[in-house]
């Protein structure tokens, strides 16, 4: 199996700093894993890559899907492989960065054992996943199949998922049919990175990445998206950052509360997203600090 490098971790720690020091040391190509830098026109919001940083090492799957055109993820393990190969076929090494975990085990493992009896559901439901956490699917396979809501852990997304497109296309339970995915599939030999730091620390970082995106203009930046005719009711306007410049847009909080949420919702995100990545036990943890160590580690695995 083509070997890869994954660098993950919650919002505002640091990936993209560690990623492409890790890219200049081991000639490699770094390809997304976030939902939101997928989309084009929404920049500042997205902490994407800068210009500088893009020119430091190059980048796959950010800044291409315009934002009005559906993607989930099952089309990002898609078009992740394709990069994957012409990266290898240049006799480089593919370094997956992001936070959005879903993109990330979908990558790894892929979305199913089997094809899907209806994509449209599967995508309907990751698209609820990606807006409204585990809890909310979790609540509703409580509902509807109990008996295999006590096998599956709340934040394991792809049985959850599986389960519910069960339910909800056949009207049967997947408890009675015994078919649950286990997602021990190998697509690729990887080895995990994880980030993390004290929490207060994170949210501290996190409070203040967003004083910056203020600065730079993310007001503007949402302002000038609804003028182009992006409506605050698209999938990818109604995410963290997008959603509170709307609200105070439409007038429904005034400044101070749109970044109050905006703040709070920032925090929350990163909380759910070390609660996904904790799961696996195959993440080796660092902090920013010691990508030295990190970097051992890689050399170990290419070698």
């Not at 069960?166 to 021990?184: C, K």
């Not at 600065?215 to 949402?222: F, Y």
Request: hydrophobic residues 35%; glycine residues 6%.
């Amino acid at each position: 199996m083509k070997k890869i490098i994954v660098i993950c971790g919650p919002t505002g720690i640091g990936k993209t700093t560690v990623a492409i020091r890790v890219a200049k040391r081991f000639n490699a190509e770094i390809i997304g894993a976030d939902s939101m830098q997928i989309y084009k026109h929404m920049n500042i919001g997205t902490a994407k890559p800068t210009s500088e940083e893009l020119k430091l090492a190059r980048h796959h799957l950010v800044d291409f899907i315009d934002p009005k055109d559906d993607f989930d993820a099952g089309l990002y393990v898609k078009n992740a492989d394709q990069a994957i190969e012409k990266i290898t076929a240049c006799g480089k090494i593919p370094v997956i960065v992001g936070g959005t975990g879903l993109y990330i085990r979908a990558l790894l493992h892929g979305l199913f054992r089997s094809k899907p009896i209806c994509e449209q559901t599967v995508s309907q439901l990751t698209a609820e996943l990606e807006e409204q956490g585990n809890q909310s699917l979790y609540e509703k396979l409580e509902k509807c199949d109990p008996k295999a809501a006590q096998k599956i852990h709340p934040n394991d997304s792809f049985r959850v998922i599986r389960a519910l497109e069960v339910y909800q296309t056949t009207g049967r339970l997947i408890s009675d049919r015994q078919d649950t995915h286990n997602f021990d599939e190998l697509r690729y030999n990887s080895l995990k990175i994880g980030l993390f730091m004290d929490r207060e620390k994170l949210y501290d970082r996190i409070n203040k990445r967003v004083d910056l995106m203020l600065e730079q203009g993310l007001l503007h930046e949402v302002t000038t998206l609804a003028e182009m005719g992006y409506s605050f009711d698209l999938k990818p306007m109604q995410s963290i950052g997008y959603k509170h410049m709307g609200m105070f847009i439409k007038n429904e909080v005034d400044w101070t509360e749109a970044v109050r949420l905006l703040k709070r919702d920032t925090r929350r995100y990163a909380k759910r997203q070390f609660t996904w990545f904790r799961q696996d036990k195959d993440i080796h943890w660092f902090e920013p600090s010691q990508v030295d160590l990190a970097e051992k580690l890689i050399k170990q695995f290419l070698t």
